[in-house]
């Protein structure tokens, strides 16, 4: 056990986002076999009073993707916050299988406090973890996201993703006329703006240490490619070629980014690396080659090409430069990112003229179509490899939803204000 | 405390830390700070008929369109003009494939201009995809009006 309270923190806070949440997960049909769960309200021992619930932001966190039923209070035959107060008989007798209880107490720093839980199995009677997160005061919801995290983890064997976060692009509205390039919470909540501009903004991506988004600005009156860095709002244009500069995403280790030029008369995959700051060309054929992701093991790139007449899909080993077509169903598939695994993508699939989100396995090459409203695009992956984040259409109006990869739960992000799309899931945060 | 007693204890360690865990993780507030683009470009339209429209998925200009070009040549090259062409999708297919679209409807335009008698040096091209549609709708009305090339001068 680390005792990682002797350390001396110091928190440098720059700047309150907005608390006022813009996306919000609201289920729609979720798994048949969840998980019961119960996570009682923890024991608040500070003399502030409490603004934010831990509990009630653990049972949303799980709740969302439909994997876990979680027991609300009221159902609670007690409230135990020690392990004197648990009785493993009336929590069986609830059909409850896991068991939450924690407490939280100030530390020897200022405003910081220690969220302290144990969770149990409530079948082998007894406690499979027992952890606590430190943090200011005025990150309660991101403490339950971390103990989420934990919990999700130690029960599914593969990490919990509530703590991470999505970049997304709002578009003009009524009572906004610019284009925001925006980031929240998973769960839509503490969503702040990044970047604003009257012209338009596409195709965020997160650098993989989280620290800096690139994407494309309309600001110079043409695309460009530009990188913010998250802490300081520093931001760098990288060297601006003739054409199209637009759908950058970054390599694993963070060194270069793919991206697509068509200086060369039509638009083609290039690479541009960030200590040369120069670009090299990947692709070269007449047609449009497109929508670049890099592959988790770093050997290739997933890309859109029409080179056969009609969008589909292809790699190229960033070794020798061969291509290699990987979609053969339909006459569009386009917009591919990598699973985490590498061993399947999910893309943009037109069926019958309408646009689902598909999934296709590498190796045995089956595609799975996964959604079943029209005009679906920007498929974006949880770095757990379990959900999928997409922009849709409710009615006129731009929305985010989202699915499991086994298809089982879907959910609508219905923004509050404004209107969501391209959405971008940011890798696992510490 | 016996041997027995000892002995029970360190088992009853190793079998807690068999099946348990511990972890201790920390939060920090949000440190993100935003930022705002500066002297917004903006460009104008030249007078009447700079719009050209295109058919689904497609960046080639029919005859009807082929005319209006003529024209717009003769109105550039009479008042020694430079304009820019904006090309320009409907919201069906992926943002990035529909600027590369975009980009293929612009340079169309611009080669015809290039062929009626327009400079190259006086025209420039530049693809928004979907990205700004003239009219908003998800149907073929307003998808019809959102395939478009716009000839403005720069």
Not at chain 1, 128 to 140: A, D, Q
Not at chain 1, 200 to 227: C, H, Q
Not at chain 1, 271 to 290: A, N
Not at chain 1, 371 to 399: F, H, R
Request: net charge positive.
């Amino acid at each position: 056990m680390h005792f990682r309270k002797f350390l001396l923190i110091t928190y440098f806070i720059i700047f309150f986002p907005t608390l006022s949440s813009q996306l919000r997960i609201e289920i729609k049909g979720g798994a048949e076999e969840s998980i019961s769960i119960a996570v009682v309200p923890m024991q608040w021992n500070l003399e502030v009073p409490q603004e934010t619930f831990i509990h009630k932001v653990i049972k949303s966190d799980l709740e969302s993707f439909g994997e876990f039923n979680v027991l609300p209070p009221r159902n609670m035959l007690s409230l135990p916050t020690s392990k004197e107060g648990v009785f493993f008989k009336d929590w069986r007798l609830l059909g409850t299988d896991y068991l939450v209880i924690g407490n939280v107490k100030s530390t020897d720093i200022d405003r910081e406090i220690r969220a302290s839980y144990t969770i149990y199995d409530v079948v082998k009677e007894r406690a499979i973890h027992r952890g606590s997160v430190l943090g200011p005061i005025s990150t309660l919801r991101k403490i339950g996201h971390k103990i989420s995290d934990t919990i999700y983890s130690r029960i599914h064997g593969i990490p919990g993703i509530f703590s991470t976060r999505l970049a997304y692009i709002d578009k003009p509205s009524n009572s906004d006329p610019n284009y925001n390039l925006m980031i929240s919470d998973i769960d839509g909540y503490d969503s702040m703006s990044l970047f604003s501009s009257p012209q338009p903004l596409m195709s965020p991506s997160w650098s993989p240490d989280l620290k800096n988004i690139a994407y494309v600005s309309f600001e110079e009156g043409t695309s460009r490619i530009f990188i913010q860095k998250l802490s300081s709002a520093e931001r760098k244009g990288l060297k601006l070629e003739k054409g199209i500069n637009s759908s950058p995403n970054w390599s694993p280790d963070g060194k270069k980014i793919s991206a697509v030029l068509s200086k060369t008369g039509n638009p083609d995959i290039f690479i541009y690396d960030m200590e040369r700051s120069s670009w090299s060309q990947v692709t070269k054929h007449f047609g449009i080659d497109t929508e670049p992701d890099w592959s988790p093991n770093s050997k290739s790139i997933l890309f859109t090409s029409n080179r056969s007449g009609s969008p589909q899909l292809y790699e190229v080993n960033t070794r020798n430069n061969r291509i290699k077509r990987l979609t053969f169903e339909g006459s569009y598939n386009a917009r591919g990112r990598y699973l985490p695994d590498g061993k399947g993508i999910v893309f943009v699939h037109r069926q019958n003229g309408i646009f689902h989100i598909a999934t296709q396995n590498l190796k045995t090459g089956k595609v799975k179509i996964l959604t079943d409203t029209t005009l679906d695009e920007s498929p974006t992956v949880s770095p757990n490899g379990n959900v999928v984040i997409y922009a849709t259409k409710d009615g006129d109006k731009d929305i985010l939803a989202g699915i499991t990869l086994d298809g089982k739960t879907k959910f609508v992000m219905p923004s509050l204000k404004g209107e969501a799309r391209e959405p971008s899931w940011s890798p696992l945060i510490d | 405390m016996n041997t027995f007693q000892k002995f029970y204890l360190t088992f009853l360690v190793i079998f807690l830390a068999s099946c348990s865990s511990v972890s201790t993780d920390r939060t920090n507030d949000a440190t993100a700070i935003s930022a705002s683009a500066t002297g917004a470009y903006s460009d104008s339209g030249l007078t009447s008929n700079n719009v050209l429209y295109f058919a689904y998925d497609r960046s080639d200009i029919n005859s009807e369109g082929r005319a209006k070009i003529r024209n717009l040549a003769k109105v550039i090259n009479n008042n020694n003009l430079s304009v820019r062409v904006e090309g320009h999708c409907d919201e069906r297919g992926t943002r990035e494939y529909n600027l590369a679209l975009g980009e293929q409807r612009a340079k169309t335009v611009a080669e015809l201009l290039v062929i009626n008698g327009v400079p190259s040096s006086k025209i420039s091209t530049v693809s928004y995809g979907e990205e700004k549609p003239a009219v908003s709708g998800s149907n073929e009305n307003s998808w019809s009006k959102n395939r478009r090339a716009l000839v403005k001068t720069f």
